[in-house]
């Protein structure tokens, strides 16, 4: 379904954010947004939208005991608030029932959801798990982009050797019909992250939660800087923010300054549209 911007804030817009969080129960999240200023409400989001011409933002909603797909029910009634959201369903392999697959389907073809995410590192499995199978093919046979969460991690009960992101080549190999999103650029594993996206057509990298709150160095800009120098294809890069992590304005201003101008247009809106088919 093409949606129209203007439609929701009332004049047209040039970015989308393909990474932001709507699970407003979540206490890391909402001790974050505290430190920074940010409203963490369905309403805060559609302020720090319009404030910063936001076309749409993909969203994700991390109640962890849910039933995959987890948070279809909310993004119903999320959207009803703020149309201009998409939502981007979990699969969370460790709790699954027999109709699962089935129900994440259903939710893909009504347009609940326009994305799956797997979250290796906060639960013990890596992306490669054959449990995850039937949903990649599942997500190629409907043309939705699959995240699969890479590098960093927060909390002390998760497992980092889960979430390199060296581990996606192999189900982007075993896949090729379905598009994966590595977010967070791999970060810390960066060059990892940057292999795996140049290798292989059908991997992208997200620029979401590089930071929280906190201003990098020019070291690690440049660090940044040299991933996009590496890849040398503005198509494999799509913005998203991990708000509330941070506030919109300081990261949109701080992408901008990682990627050259002539880059902006696809980074920060042209990929997503055509990846989510927006």
Request: proline share 5%.
């Amino acid at each position: 379904m093409q949606l129209n911007p203007t439609t929701f804030f009332g004049k047209r817009m040039h970015i989308i954010d393909v990474h932001a969080h709507t699970f407003f129960k979540h206490p890391d999240f909402s001790d974050i947004a505290k430190g920074n200023g940010a409203d963490f409400s369905l309403e805060g989001l559609r302020k720090e939208c319009a404030t910063n011409m936001v076309d749409f933002v993909g969203t994700i909603y991390n109640d962890f005991d849910g039933q995959t797909p987890i948070g279809v029910e909310e993004f119903v009634r999320q959207r009803q608030q703020l149309p201009a959201m998409f939502g981007i369903g979990i699969v969370h392999p460790l709790r699954t029932k027999k109709d699962s697959l089935k129900k994440t389907e259903e939710a893909i073809l009504d347009g609940t959801i326009k994305a799956l995410k797997i979250y290796p590192g906060y639960y013990p499995v890596y992306c490669t798990d054959e449990r995850l199978h039937p949903y990649y093919r599942l997500a190629g046979k409907h043309d939705i982009p699959f995240y699969i969460h890479s590098g960093d991690t927060m909390g002390k009960g998760t497992l980092l050797k889960y979430a390199r992101p060296l581990h996606v080549d192999e189900v982007a190999v075993a896949f090729p019909e379905t598009n994966f999103i590595i977010t967070q650029m791999g970060n810390p594993w960066l060059i990892d992250a940057a292999e795996v996206a140049y290798k292989n057509d059908n991997v992208y990298l997200d620029t979401a939660g590089l930071f929280s709150g906190m201003q990098f160095s020019e070291v690690y800009t440049k660090r940044l800087q040299y991933v996009v120098e590496y890849i040398d294809d503005p198509r494999k890069f799509l913005y998203g923010s991990d708000w509330p992590m941070v506030r919109m304005a300081d990261y949109i201003k701080f992408v901008k300054s990682v990627f050259p101008k002539d880059m902006h247009q696809k980074v920060f809106h042209d990929n997503a549209r055509k990846l989510f088919r927006l």
